[in-house]
Structure formats: structure tokens, C-alpha cells
């Protein structure tokens, strides 16, 4: 449902039914966003997140696209743009891991093509457009934001998903080059770093972190909850850190400090 000019500010979530998405949707909303949901699909946990935004109090527009694909891409910043007449917040969150664990010499390039498709490009091409769209803007009504979710293995090899670390080192650097380009508007362009968050996503390697976690490799002895990972760009997104562009936060746990 389109809605009318409001002063309450608006957020688009890609990949956001569920997951890291949704923990942002609703962190968002306590703040009083309204909120522009995107999907590649639309099904029951996708009307759970609706209705439990709508008990938050916020106006939601879901948008079905893959972000991946230009033209669906495109439609969905329109749709985005207009459906609560601007955006104070982009949320480039839409992920993918990859198909299967194994030996980078055996990558191939149609699984790899995919997957920067999807955590890569579609978050370079989505902040270019919205970028543009909220420089032209004449009236903007508050702070204003790029979020990208990159991840621990922004910085952390895992050879067995060598694509997919490649993605998420490249939104930290498309993080810092939007950052410089847009440093003299009031837009600020930041990068979340979540460790071990418990999500679908990580759910089949479940049993494996619950070991490792308890052997030590995150400092903070747990799995991280996407409404954790949410608290942090909904921080960031209502302007917390004014003098502040470029910069990676870690929701992790203390997984990045190197220690023995
Ligand atoms: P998730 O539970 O798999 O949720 C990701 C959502 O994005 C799904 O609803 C998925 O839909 C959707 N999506 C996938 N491809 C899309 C596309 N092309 N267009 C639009 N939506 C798309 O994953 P998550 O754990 O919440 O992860 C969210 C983000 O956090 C990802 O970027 C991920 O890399 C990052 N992250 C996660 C963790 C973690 O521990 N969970 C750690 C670090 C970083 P389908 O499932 O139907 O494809």
C-alpha cells in the first residue's frame, strides 16, 4: 500500500523477511521508521514481519525483487523511493552464501558470478542509485544513511568460501569509496561486520560454531541475534555518530581482536 508524504523517516531493507533483515526491520521501527521491505520472495515469514512491524507502529511497502537483476534493482528503488516520498535509510542487507563448502581450486565461475551479483554489485549499484536520489532530494527530512552488512570475513579468510569472502571484502571497500564521495553531503556511509549471528543462514553449521564458540573463538561466548545486529544500524541510521563516514562496526562478539 502506498502511503502519503509523512515526517516520519523511511528505510528500505533488501533481503529483509527474514533473518538479519527482519532484526533490522524491527530495530528500525522502534525508532519510528517506516519501512520499505525487500524480498525475493513473498511467503508467510514475510507476512509474520509485516504484522509484527504494523505492531511497532510502522507503515510498511513490500517490494518483491531480486536485487541482483538491473531491472528488477531499478524498479525497487523507484517503488522504494516513492512509497513513503523519500528515504532517510538504505539497508544494503540481501545475502547469499555460497552453494556448497569446498576447495577453492574447484570454484567455478557460474556460482561465483552469482554470488558478487548478489552481495556485491546489487549493494554497489543500489547505493549508487539511492545515493543520487537523495542528492537531488530539495527537502530532506533528517539523517540520512547508507548501511551495507558485510561480515567477519570482511577481514577473516575461510577458504572453503572463497567467493564469498571476496563479496563482503568488497563492501567494505565500496563502503569507504561511497563514504569519500558522498562525505561533503549529510549522507553517512557505514559497514556492519556481523560475527556468528543464529539465522537460517548459519543454521546448518549450527553444531559446528556451538563447538568452536565454546572452545573460544568469539570472546563473548555466544551466538550474536539479529536484533542485535539491527540495534547497530538503527543507532547508526538516527545520525548517533555525526562526524563519523567510512567506519565498520563489529557486531560480533569480539571475534575481530586478535588474541592468543
Ligand atoms: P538469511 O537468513 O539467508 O536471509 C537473507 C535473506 O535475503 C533471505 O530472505 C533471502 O531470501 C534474501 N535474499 C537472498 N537473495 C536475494 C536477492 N537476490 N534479492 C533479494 N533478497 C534476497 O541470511 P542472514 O543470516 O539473515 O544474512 C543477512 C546478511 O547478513 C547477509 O548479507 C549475510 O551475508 C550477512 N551475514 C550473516 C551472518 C550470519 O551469521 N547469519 C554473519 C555475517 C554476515 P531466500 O532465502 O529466499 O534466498
Redesign the pocket.
Given at each position: 500500500m502506498t502511503q502519503t508524504h509523512t515526517v516520519r523517516p523511511a528505510a528500505l531493507v533488501?533481503?529483509?523477511?527474514?533473518?538479519?533483515?527482519?532484526?533490522i526491520c524491527l530495530a528500525l521501527a522502534r525508532k519510528g521508521y517506516d519501512i520499505v521491505i525487500?524480498?525475493?520472495?513473498h511467503?508467510a515469514?514475510m507476512d509474520n514481519t509485516v504484522a509484527e512491524l504494523a505492531r511497532e507502529g510502522a507503515r510498511t511497502e513490500v517490494v518483491i525483487?531480486?536485487?541482483?537483476?538491473p531491472q528488477?534493482r531499478a524498479d525497487l528503488a523507484e517503488r522504494a523511493w516513492q512509497a513513503f516520498g523519500s528515504l532517510n535509510c538504505l539497508v544494503?542487507?540481501?545475502?547469499?552464501?555460497v552453494k556448497v563448502r569446498g576447495d577453492i581450486l574447484d570454484v567455478g565461475e557460474a556460482g561465483f558470478d552469482t554470488l558478487i551479483?548478489?552481495?556485491l554489485k546489487?549493494m554497489f549499484f543500489l547505493t549508487q542509485d539511492i545515493a543520487r536520489r537523495m542528492i537531488a532530494d530539495e527537502a530532506p527530512r533528517g539523517s540520512r544513511t547508507i548501511v551495507s552488512?558485510?561480515?567477519?570475513?570482511a577481514l577473516f579468510a575461510s577458504v572453503e568460501r572463497a567467493e564469498?569472502c571476496l563479496?563482503?571484502t568488497g563492501i567494505s571497500m565500496a563502503t569507504k569509496l561511497f563514504a569519500l564521495r558522498l562525505a561533503n553531503t549529510d549522507i553517512r556511509v557505514y559497514e556492519i561486520?556481523?560475527?556468528?549471528?543464529?539465522?537460517?543462514?548459519?543454521r546448518v553449521v549450527k553444531a559446528k560454531y556451538d563447538q568452536r564458540i565454546a572452545d573460544g573463538l568469539t570472546p563473548i561466548q555466544r551466538?550474536?541475534t539479529?536484533d542485535e545486529?539491527g540495534l547497530a544500524v538503527a543507532t547508526l541510521a538516527e545520525g548517533a555518530f555525526p562526524f563519523s563516514t567510512g567506519d565498520a562496526l563489529h557486531i560480533d562478539g569480539g571475534l575481530h581482536i586478535p588474541h592468543f
Open positions: 533488501t533481503g529483509a523477511r527474514r533473518g538479519i533483515g527482519k532484526g525487500n524480498d525475493i520472495t511467503d515469514d525483487a531480486d536485487v541482483a537483476d528488477a544494503n542487507n540481501a545475502g547469499i552464501s551479483s548478489v552481495n546489487a552488512i558485510s561480515s567477519a570475513n564469498y563479496s563482503k561486520r556481523p560475527g556468528i549471528i543464529e539465522t537460517d543462514m548459519t551466538f550474536g539479529a545486529v
